[in-house]
């Protein structure tokens, strides 16, 4: 009986130590997703800064899309 109690016991650890490994992925997996979506705003910031100063867009265009930027990043 204590075989069984103690297979048990190193099953549900070999277990929930996979479950962490699989969580730990997958929180870097969300990490890097977002830090891919804030290198994307900034270049999109960028090149909005860009337009104004080479006056290929008006500052009320300029405003409402660096707006959309905002909404959609953390970081701006």
């Known amino acids: 009986m204590k075989a069984v109690m103690t297979a048990s016991l190193l099953m549900a650890l070999a277990m929930a130590q996979s479950g962490c490994a699989f969580f730990g992925g997958a929180a870097a997996g969300a990490l890097a997703t977002g830090a891919g979506y804030e290198i994307q705003a ?16 008006s500052r009320r265009e300029y405003e409402a899309r660096k707006k959309q930027i905002e909404s959609g990043s953390i970081i701006y």
Do not use: G, V
Request: net charge neutral; glycine share 0%; hydrophobic share 30%.
């Open 42 to 57: 900034k270049r999109q910031m960028d090149r909005l800064d860009e337009d104004l100063k080479a006056e290929r867009i």
